[in-house]
Structures are given as C-alpha cells and as structure tokens.
C-alpha cells in the first residue's frame, strides 16, 4: 500500500515508565489474573499497560524516569505490606498484582479528590478538554464528589504566563507532578525549569521564577508535551481546539530528522507533536520542528505559476500547462542555439528524495548532460568526498543512538546545541552520565561550558586551522604509540598506512611545530589526542565547521586517518559522524544529485552501472561530469552557460560571493524557479513554479544517521500539482516522458537501480517506521552501524593530509577573521522560519567582536559596523562579546538583507569547490548608514515587488518584503540618531 | 570560453597543493591528473589544457606533469 493521503494513527499509547535496558531476561508474573512475561527491569505499571490493564497514574509517563509522587498507581502484590507505587516497582518473578481492589479504589479517590479540590473547575471550556489525564483520571477512579470545598487556600487565580511565543502557562492548572520540570532536564538537557517553595506553596517556575520568554527555556516543547494538564498547552490548541487526526511525518528542517505526529482537524494543522517511536528522536524533538510550521500556510506563499520575459518585467499569473510548456520551449530553444550543455538543473536538499532523483534524472535523460547539483556542494561535500576516499562510502558511520556508548566525544566545528538540537539532547545525556568532551571550535559554543556539561579541552582554533589541529593530534597518537596496530592490520591497507605513518611522523606535523599557527598550545592538544586515544570509544562528530573552508576535504579525510589509527570505528559508540545541515542533504547526495555520479556514489565512468541506468531509463547517457553550481556560475558569467533549473534553492542569499551570483543569474535567459516563495534568487527568474511544502507530500528524507524515513501527506497541495509532477511533467513536454503514478514508484526505481536502496519500498517503511541504508538482501531492515566486519571499500586507506594554509588570510588591509555559523531558531537562509513566529527569537544578524577588537574601533555594543573583505562590503549591528577571541569576527545569514555572503569570497575547498563560508579576511568600522550593496539590495527588492504587485492580489500573492522587518525598521532608527 | 582560466589554474594549483604530501612530483601528478579526469567537466580540462599551452612556465611542476595524462579534452 501506497503512502497516500491521510495515513491516520491512533493516540498515541503511554506505558507509564520507560522501555528497559535491552537484552535483561524475561520475567513472567500475574496482574489481575493474567499472566504475562516482560523483560526484567519493566515496572509493574508498564507490565500492567502491556498486559491490557490500565492503571491509574499522574505523574509517570514513558517519557520519563519513574518519579513516584502522585500515588495514584497504587497496586497490592501478594505477600506484601502496604500499597506500593507501581511506576517506581520493578517486576519480580512470580509476583501476583492486584489493581483494582475496594481499598486501592479509596485511596486513589483520596488522592483525586485533593488535586481536584486546588483545580479550576471549568473543564467545559478549558483548551484541554478530553486531552487532560487529570480528567481521564477523575473518571478513572470514579470521583463524585469532593470532601474539602473550593473555598480553601488555593491556586486558583495565579497569572497566566503568555510570553512564550507557541505555548502558554497557567499555574491555576498546575498539579505540581513535576513532569515538565524532568522532561527539561531528562529530555531537553536546559534544566530551566524548578519546582519552588515546599509543600502546598510548591510550583512550577522557569528559571529564578521569570517568564518563560525571559528565562533560559529554549522552547523545545518537551515539557508541553510532558504536562498531563493544561497547565503547558501550546497557543495553536488553544486557538484552535483539539486535534481530531494524526499523521505520522518527518520535520522538513534540520538533519536529525524528528518523527512527528501532525495533529489535524481537517485540513488544518494544529500542532506538532514528536512521535514516541521515532527512531531518530524518540520523542523529543526542538523549537523548528514542533511549532515552526507557520510558514506552510504564510500569505507569501505563492500557489499559482508565474512567467515573464526579462527580470526587468512584472510577473504574469499562468496555468500550469502554460508555465511548463513555456519552460520546455525555452530550455529547447536555449540547447539549439548555444548547445546541449549550455543548461542545467540543480537540486534541494530541503526536497523529498523522490523529488531529487526526478530532477537529476530529467537533467541527465531529458537535457541529456551531466550539468546537475545540489547544494550540499555548498556545505557537505567534502564529506561525501572524503569518506569515499577513506572508508568506501559518503555517509556518517553510526546512528543517533550509539553516543549513548561513547566514552570520549571529539566535536569538530559544530554547534549542536543551535543546529542539531534533539541529538545535542542525547549528546548531554551522555556527557551527564560521565563522558569527556573534546571541542574544537574557534569560538565558545555553548557546549564548551554550560549547566552540567563542561568541556575537559576546548582547542579554540584560528578558523582555517583544523588541519592544523587533526594532523597534530594524529602525529602525537603515533608519536606516542597510542595507535591500535592490530586494528590497523587487520582492516586497513597496510602501505598506505605506512605512507601515511610517515608522512604524519614528520615534524612538521607535530603539534610543537603547529601550535602557533592553531593558537593552542602544545600540550593541550596533546593531551586532547590521548584522551581520545585512550578513551576506550571515542566518537567524532563534525558539522560545516570542517567542510566549508579551503582544505575541507583534507580535514575529512584527516577525521577519518585518526579514527581508523585509534581502532574507533565499526562498533557502537564510536565513528565518525558528520552533522548534517539541512533535512535531506545526505538523500540529496544519496539520490545521484552530483555531476560525477549516479545515484549511490557510483561514478560516471563505470560502464557497467551506467548500462544498468541506459537500459532502464532508455536512452544514451553522457560518461563524462557536467559542471558544479559554481561552475556554472563562471560560465554564466563566460556566456556559455544560459539556463538553469533550480529547485528549491536560494544561492543569492545562501551562496558566497552574492555580487558575483547576482552576475551570474542575470547573465542567464532563462532561471527557472521552484519554491515555496519568491525567494531572492527568483528575483532573477524567468519563470516560476510553486512549489509544496512538506506538509503536502509523500516522499521519504534521509537524515543523518542515514535514516529514511516517510513524509506524508497531511493536506494537498496548496499549488495544486505534486512537486515530483511539476519535474516529471516538464520532463515530459521536453521529450522525454515520465509517468510515475505515485512516489513510491519513484522509490522502486531507485531501489531497482541503487544496490544499497535495494530492499527499500514504501511498504517497508509503513512497516517498521524508518530504516538505515544500506538496505538489501544481506540487511533486510536496514544498517544502524556501518563498516563493521570491513570497509565498504574492504580496506580502510590512509590519505596523507598535507595542511595547505588558505590563501583568505588577515593582512594589513583585512586584519581579522570573519566565520559564520546559525542560531537554534532559524533555519538556513530563514525562508521558513523568518515566515513563523520565530522572527521573535532572532529579529536580526549581529556581528559578534571581541572587546579589545571593538574598543580599538571605537565600536560598542549595538552599533552599527561596516565589514569589508576584498569581494564586497555590507553593515551588520556589533554584538561585543569574549565568545569569539580576537581578531576573530562570527555572524549568521539568516536574514537576506544582512548580505553576509556579499563578503564571503569565492575561495573553496580545493578537492570540492565547497566554499570557504568559515573564513574570510575583513576589516571592520564604525558607520553610520548601509552599505551601498544594502542601498542596491533595497532598491532592486522594492522594484521585484513592485513587478509580483499583480499577481500578488487575491491570497496567494507574493511579497518580496523580507519577512522579518525588525532589522529594516533598526537600520532606519540608527540613521535618524546620528 | 569556459570559466575563466585564471579561476581553472587557481582551483588546479590548489588541488596539486593538497595533494603533495611528497616531492615525488610523479606521485602527486599522477593523483591531480586523476582528481581532474574524475571531477572536472572536459570543458574545464580543456580549458586548462589551452592556457597550459600559451603560459605552461607559470604552472607548478607538478601540475605541469599532470596535463599529459589528462583524458580528452573537449569532445
Ligand atoms: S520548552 Fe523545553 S527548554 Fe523550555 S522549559 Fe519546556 S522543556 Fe525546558
Ligand atoms: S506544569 Fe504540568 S507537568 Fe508541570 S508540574 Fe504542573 S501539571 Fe505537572
Ligand atoms: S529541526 Fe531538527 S532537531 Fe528540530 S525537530 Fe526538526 S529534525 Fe528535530
Ligand atoms: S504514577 Fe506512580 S506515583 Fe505517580
């Protein structure tokens, strides 16, 4: 069966208390008669759940540790006193429980009659409403009336706390069950919340007792979830009521890939809500995924398809049968005047991967060249690169899980706590129960110190030094004798290995020699190896602070060297694991998305798999690579390139260089665009086709850990035509036919044609919820840890890794280091988020500078400063703070008008073309007024808008406003100051 | 004209960079010379392959040993 429309899910069960640690023994024992077998370490409330009988409970919930405090569970075992709690006891061989007895039925009334009686009694018309356990309780134990009145001291009239912007609190409501307070700190790792005050005075406080909007709560949902009241209830079920239907999706946003349930009434999404058994996240989930779902049904969005003949005309609205007929006869007439090659398509990670592989399918069959991308060009690349290289395959070696057993965590250029939320979850957990960390990062991310974690090395790099920094740490492991020589004999290459050990051996490599360039010492990034070396299992994980810059591959495949050399790959808890960016970067690259290869990392050149792609798509395909989007660009610019297919993809805000892009795009006839919004880069369309959000497809998206994992459908598309169609039916007007009737027909032809997809089908995925490639006859449900009894390649290679310094350094002219990075908030070039209420967290991009470098400025905290580098110049506010040391400036892209990328250059990794976002040259100064980018920027977004004015009448408009004008309105209060 | 040939040399003098982990230029221009056939489109290698003809003396050794083994050119 098809995923189709409306995959609806029942509730969700809760059995009270966690699922136990695997691989304990069976217990069998008896409750109410029934006998029942359970592993050993199960409480006797989730035996009791499994058994079919339900026990009344407040306080427990499978999300969390047993906590024991609202009595309501109450059981009598056999032979033994008293009444104890069934959520805090553990199941023993032959105990016989009872649940339900006269005696208990009292207590547990007691115990209801004394919450009910600090209650508001208005279930009628609480947003609650036959979702509150404490009313499902009260009917559970029968309660019919309440002893104590509603005239005592009480709760009542608490102030409600609305500042948060998804979700509000009212204390009146509060049964003080503590769950929200352990949800934060089991689930979340914040801890921001407390209970305070004794007895009946005790409540729920976030932070010293401050609103939610003010305290260090990052709104990640878990305790809304969590509560069993209304006492945390988001704002859309308030506004909306509760939902009626669930669908069980995957978050569009970042790389960790949350299962959720979409709640539904109808059509309308009313909230988002993890999903227990979501393999990736397990029920947690961050900020992005649960509430920042707004931008699906936001009035930028546009429906309708748009055409015009120069960029300098209004857009006119049009069929789709015109839009695509007009893109075909302009593509055609682009190859017969300037050649097969002269176009291209690229592809979106953000899409489904079904989406990706139409796409690269139609610019390899249809166009019939090899000029596809996507944008992981722009972030993982050199993952892909160097992990192929080194381990036989471009993928992360474990999945989520596996930290759970690592001793030492190496993390290298990433933030999870911003990008990669619900793992940086798992990842405190983990480093609360005892682990080491290691962060290498050139500013003090969050992880380095914050409340119950703490970094034993933080090897705060110059950025462009990491290099540097792997080869230092590999030449002490050897230099040391800390390598595991059996380990290296058995599974790698043994002379590329010996190569490899003499090249790192050399002294240039130590880190006595390399100390000054990193600005670490000596001794700390030796002891930082050993503790790696020695930890027992010892992880990497990497994010784009190791792909985007000059040598990003070199440092891949340096990440790669010192795993194999210290024997930490191929079993649980270790690995080398790159955090990916966007949702589907992994299945964009998985999906054949790159010029060189087809889908499954399988070159251009291999004859026999490209037979295999001949004979199934019919027709002759091209053995040589095609350009990469920067590529592309140059021959744009070169006037040889002069049509480009784009989906879902904004390079003119997220791509270095943004002048040199602008060149390019406008040298081109015909851009087509395919997105949700008329996004920066589709003020340089020629043609525009609306695309669907994730909420209006069925698709799959493979995460990280290489978990695909099903989208589905919750509403139809707002555009009217499936995005895979819009691919398909231009494909078709251009020649070259394709009648896929549903997705999951996509999915089968890229399981017939990809051997590590090739036991994958929608009907396995409806079956086991998600599953890890490689997928085939040898791993029928998939593969969590890779590279275990071998290499993908059979034997690991050693590549040696010179470190090559890049040539963006600080002169005289451009005396510090600009980095770039993102906050929790938003995501990427904000497109979605800007449209949500997000906007509220982070109105604008700041400079971060460090004090010494800001004073000598005469730049204070909140100023306005101009940044130069030698490919433009643009004006950011100063935020000054010692997170970044000197010479060191950081910022983030997130809103368009903040031009970041029209500083970054074209400078990038050597092997890839990844570009070098995380290090350019710059100056800095104070100013008082824009940049003349920024005064062109407007000017040309003003005229953009003008020109979609037309089609914008009538609810599925379009406004090329940047969505978030806090920044616009701050720029124009600074002027009027100075 | 495709890229432009400064960019080409830029881009084919980086990877000869991170690829000489040695001074044996017959080790390391045989792996550039693999990492072009591999990843550049031909347009760009012939490209290279021109403007090597006019300023070959401006070109890194290692680099230089490389063009011969580049697979065709253009089409
Ligand atoms: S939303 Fe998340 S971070 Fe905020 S208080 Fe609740 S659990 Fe803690
Ligand atoms: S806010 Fe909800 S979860 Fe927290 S203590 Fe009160 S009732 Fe329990
Ligand atoms: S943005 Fe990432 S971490 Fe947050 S809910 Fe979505 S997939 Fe999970
Ligand atoms: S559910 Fe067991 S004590 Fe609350």
């Not at chain 1, 089968?748 to 085939?776: H, K, M």
Request: hydrophobic share 40%; aromatic share 8%; net charge neutral.
């Amino acid at each position: 069966m098809p995923m189709s429309l409306y995959y609806n899910v029942g509730a969700e069960s809760d059995l009270g208390t966690p699922a136990p640690d695997p691989g304990a023994a069976t217990v069998s024992l008896k409750i109410d008669g029934i006998p029942i077998a359970v592993p050993g370490g199960a409480s006797v409330l989730r035996a009791a759940a499994l058994a079919g009988v339900g026990v009344p409970k407040l306080c427990a919930t499978e999300d969390l540790a047993a906590f024991g405090s609202c009595r309501l569970c109450l059981v009598e075992i056999e032979g033994r006193k008293g009444y104890p709690a069934s959520c805090t006891t553990l199941v023993e061989a032959g105990m016989e429980v009872r649940t339900q007895t006269p005696r208990l039925a009292e207590l547990r009334r007691n115990v209801m009659e004394l919450y009910i009686s600090d209650h508001p009694l208005d279930c009628l018309t609480c947003s609650a409403n036959g979702d509150c356990e404490l009313q499902d309780m009260a009917g559970a134990v029968g309660l019919r009336e309440v002893r104590y009145g509603y005239e005592g001291a009480n709760h009542l009239d608490k102030p409600k706390d609305q500042s948060a912007p998804y979700f509000a609190f009212d204390p009146a409501k509060c049964i003080v069950c503590s769950r929200c307070v352990r949800a934060c700190e089991e689930q979340q790792g914040t801890y921001a919340l407390t209970i305070g005050g004794r007895g009946f005075a005790s409540e729920v406080m976030a932070s010293q007792n401050e609103p939610f909007a003010a305290s260090e709560c990052v709104s990640c949902g878990a305790c809304v979830k969590a509560c069993p009241t209304a006492t945390l209830m988001e704002k859309s079920v308030v506004a909306h009521g509760q939902p009626e239907r669930a669908v069980i999706t995957t978050c569009a946003y970042c790389g960790v890939g949350c299962s959720f349930r979409a709640e539904l009434q109808g059509d309308r999404l009313v909230r988002m809500v993890p999903d227990r058994n979501g393999k990736a996240n397990h029920g947690h989930s961050c900020v992005k995924g649960r509430f920042a779902f707004g931008y699906a049904t936001h009035k930028d969005r546009v429906t309708s398809p748009m055409i015009r003949d120069s960029i300098d005309q209004p857009w006119r609205k049009v069929g789709w049968a015109q839009a695509i007929d007009t893109a075909a006869q302009r593509l055609r007439g682009i190859q017969e005047r300037w050649g097969r090659k002269a176009i291209g398509g690229v592809t979106s990670s953000r899409c489904t991967n079904e989406e990706v592989y139409v796409v690269q399918k139609f610019v390899r069959a249809a166009l019939g060249n090899n000029n596809v991308d996507t944008c992981a060009r722009v972030c993982h690349s050199p993952t892909g690169y160097g992990l192929k290289t080194t381990l036989g395959e471009s993928a992360g070696t474990q999945n989520f899980d596996s930290v759970m057993q690592t001793d030492v965590i190496l993390l290298v250029g990433a933030n999870p706590t911003e990008a990669h939320p619900v793992f940086a979850s798992l990842m405190k957990r983990r480093l609360s129960q005892g682990a080491q960390l290691i962060v290498v990062d050139p500013r003090a991310i969050d992880l380095v110190d914050s409340p119950h974690v703490r970094a034993q090395f933080h090897l705060q790099l110059k950025p462009g030094t990491n290099v540097a920094v792997i080869n230092a740490l590999a030449h002490t492991v050897i230099d040391e004798g800390l390598e595991d020589e059996a380990f290296i004999r058995s599974r790698c290459e043994w002379d590329a290995y010996q190569t490899w050990r003499a090249f790192i051996s050399e002294p240039r490599n130590s880190p006595e020699a390399l100390a000054e360039a990193i600005g670490a010492p000596a001794a700390q990034l030796r002891a930082a190896a050993r503790l790696y070396a020695k930890a027992g299992n010892a992880a990497i994980y990497y994010g784009l602070g190791v792909t985007e810059h000059s040598q990003g591959s070199t440092m891949v495949l340096g990440i790669a060297n010192l795993a194999m050399a210290t024997g930490n790959l191929g079993r649980e808890g270790v690995g080398v694991n790159p955090l990916r960016g966007q949702n589907n970067v992994q299945g964009a690259c998985d999906m054949g998305s790159f010029p060189h290869e087809f889908s499954g990392y399988r070159h251009l050149s291999d004859a026999v798999v490209r037979g295999k792609f001949e004979a199934d798509w019919g027709v002759q395909l091209d053995p040589k690579p095609g350009y990469r989007i920067p590529n592309m660009f140059d021959a744009a610019i070169a006037g040889e390139f002069k049509g480009l297919y784009v989906q879902g993809e904004d390079f003119a805000q997220s791509d270095p260089d943004t002048q040199h892009i602008y060149a390019a795009l406008s040298a081109m006839e015909c851009v087509i665009v395919q997105d949700l919004f008329l996004n920066e880069t589709a003020k340089f369309a020629h043609i525009f086709l609306p695309g669907c959000s994730f909420l209006e497809k069925d698709g799959t998206f493979t995460n990280a850990e290489r978990r695909i994992s099903p989208v589905r459908k919750v509403m139809a598309p707002l555009t009217g035509l499936d995005e895979w169609r819009i691919t398909c039916r231009l494909s078709t007007a251009m020649g070259y036919p394709m009648d896929y009737r549903h997705p999951s027909e996509i999915m089968d032809e890229i399981a017939r044609l990809t051997p590590n997809f090739q036991g994958l089908s929608y009907e396995l995925l409806n079956e086991v919820g998600s599953v890890q490639w490689p997928c085939n006859a040898a791993a029928p449900e998939g593969t969590p840890l890779m590279h275990v009894q071998e290499f993908v390649r059979g034997k690991g290679y050693f590549a040696p890794t010179p470190y090559v310094p890049t040539e963006e350094r600080s002169t005289a002219r451009y005396p510090l280091l600009l980095t770039t990075g993102r906050v929790l908030s938003q995501y990427n070039v904000g497109a979605q988020t800007r449209r949500t209420e997000a906007v509220a967290y982070h109105r604008e991009d700041r400079l971060e500078m460090h004090p010494a470098d800001a004073e000598v400025r005469g730049i204070v905290d909140g100023s306005w400063v101009g940044v130069k580098s030698r490919a433009g110049e643009t004006v950011l506010r100063a935020k000054v703070t010692d997170r970044v040391q000197p010479g060191v400036l950081y910022t983030t892209f997130h809103h368009p008008e903040s031009g970041a990328n029209v500083i970054t250059t074209d400078n990038s990794d050597w092997a890839t073309n990844c570009p070098e976002y995380k290090v350019t040259a710059v100056q800095a100064y104070p100013v008082s007024k824009p940049s003349e980018w920024q005064e062109m920027f407007r000017r040309f977004a003003v005229k953009q808008e003008r020109l979609a004015a037309p089609v914008a009448a009538g609810g599925a408009g379009a406004s090329l406003a940047p969505a978030a004008t806090g920044r616009k309105e701050g720029l124009e209060t600074a002027k009027a100051e100075s | 004209m495709t890229v432009a040939a400064g960019k080409l040399v830029r881009m084919a003098e980086q990877i000869t960079a991170n690829l000489a982990h040695t001074d044996d230029y017959g080790i390391v221009s045989a792996k550039v010379a693999d990492h072009l056939n591999r990843f550049w489109d031909p347009r760009m290698r012939q490209a290279l392959l021109e403007y090597a003809g006019r300023e070959a003396n401006s070109l890194s050794p290692a680099l230089r040993m490389a063009l011969p083994q580049l697979r065709d050119g253009g089409e």
